[in-house]
């Protein structure tokens, strides 16, 4: 799925560094600038080493302590920026974003008790954020408290309509509470605040094909081979479905482009060699499938 975009706040994992003083390339990057290039080329550890050495430098500039929390959060380091975001929580009590992330933090550490607390008193300061209650719902499907979640997530949208990953996050919990179509109404709203998601959209079309809705779970992995368009599952996936409405070419198709991804896969050349005896024998199949007369 590629980076995240920077935000000032995120509901999973802490949001992005902050692009403080990036206009044009200057003749000597400073440390915060040699941070925030590497993080953006995805070098994480050249990053972190950069905002230490601007923190070292500057040992008052939140900014930096703040890059340096999100980054090392970013790359799985919780207990580094739980520490961090504590400080900076002593530093900047105003500012919601080292109070959210500082239960993220927790909930990634399992210590999940400690999470709600944290997030019961974000939302207390901050009563009209749908952070604390989204990140609260996230604590609740982890706990498989699914009522709760939903409840939670229920509140996020009420404070943030617009966020498609709230709306993905309550189909999953219609999925785990067995009412498959208000899921597929939060994929599809999903999807309509931000149709690129594949994550959303790839949900959706399971949920169609296990309900034998095959038309619309074709359409919807079919949208997704544009997006990812060496996926061999999604060929694979395609290829079962066109079997299954018995439009055999297009199976022989998909299975073709699955196989040209992953030429090994011993259970994609079975099944296509399954679909082609089909379209060898079609009056076989049909008439196996006529009862023998009494």
């Excluded at 709600?116 to 408290?145: C, H, I, K, M």
């Excluded at 544009?226 to 290829?239: D, E, F, K, M, N």
Aim: hydrophobic share 40%; charged share 25%; aromatic share 8%.
């Amino acid at each position: 799925m590629g980076r995240r975009t920077p935000v000032w706040l995120s509901f999973l994992l802490g949001g992005m560094v902050f692009a403080v003083g990036c206009g044009g390339p200057p003749a000597a990057l400073s440390p915060m600038q040699k941070g925030l290039r590497a993080y953006e080329r995805g070098h994480t550890e050249a990053a972190v080493a950069a905002f230490r050495q601007a923190v070292a430098k500057e040992p008052k500039n939140l900014v930096a302590k703040t890059n340096l929390a999100l980054t090392l959060q970013d790359m799985g380091r919780h207990e580094e920026a739980l520490a961090l975001y504590e400080e900076l929580i002593r530093r900047q009590p105003a500012s919601p974003l080292p109070f959210i992330n500082k239960a993220v933090c927790l909930r990634e550490l399992g210590r999940m008790d400690e999470a709600l607390v944290a997030l019961t008193d974000v939302d207390s300061r901050w009563p009209v954020s749908p952070y604390p209650a989204f990140n609260r719902g996230l604590v609740y499907e982890e706990q498989g408290l699914w009522e709760q979640a939903l409840e939670a997530h229920q509140e996020a949208m009420r404070r943030a309509p617009h966020q498609a990953v709230i709306h993905y996050h309550i189909g999953l919990v219609y999925e785990r509470l067995d009412e498959p179509e208000k899921a597929l109404q939060a994929y599809t709203k999903a999807l309509l605040l931000k149709p690129t998601d594949p994550v959303a959209r790839l949900k959706l079309g399971e949920l169609y094909a296990s309900r034998g809705r095959y038309s619309l779970a074709i359409r919807e992995y079919s949208k997704l081979t544009v997006i990812a368009p060496g996926a061999s599952q999604l060929y694979h996936r395609l290829g079962r479905l066109y079997r299954k409405q018995q439009r055999l070419d297009k199976a022989v198709e998909m299975y073709h482009r699955a196989l040209e991804a992953q030429p090994a896969d011993e259970q994609l050349h079975q099944e296509l060699q399954e679909v082609l005896h089909e379209l060898v024998h079609p009056r076989r199949r049909v008439l196996e499938a006529v009862p023998p007369a009494g």
